[in-house]
């Protein structure tokens, strides 16, 4: 039995595979998120880069552990604050992810 944990920040996602019964970290696994930005203060993501980042340091950790799937007991899940996704009736999503960073809007905040 091993515990995954998984962490999707601005910056990447984060997997770590920990064995409770020696009380260590056995694997990692890292994916890095591209962020899209330009001079007005857009900070957005596209939530199809969350997924395969999940994917890559999930598989990455798994690999690394030589474990299987199966033997994952639990899952923990941190994520970034403070994002929009939008998504519509069905639930598919809208437009790229507002960031909690993005200042686009700062110019109709002042008045």
């Not at 409770?20 to 203060?41: C, K, M, V």
């Not at 999503?93 to 507002?98: I, S």
């Amino acid at each position: 039995m091993i515990y995954l944990g998984i962490d999707c920040g601005t910056q990447g996602t984060k997997a770590v595979l920990f064995d409770p019964d020696n009380g260590r970290i056995i694997a990692r696994g890292y994916a890095p998120h591209a962020i899209l930005s330009d001079a007005s203060g857009r900070r957005e993501q596209k939530t199809e880069w969350w997924i395969e980042a999940l994917k890559f340091a999930v598989h990455t950790a798994l690999r690394e552990s030589g474990r299987e799937p199966t033997d994952v007991a639990a899952i923990a899940v941190s994520g970034q604050q403070h994002g929009l996704v939008m998504v519509d009736d069905h639930g598919r999503v809208l437009r790229d992810v507002k960031l909690w960073n993005d200042t686009e809007t700062a110019p109709q905040n002042r008045t």
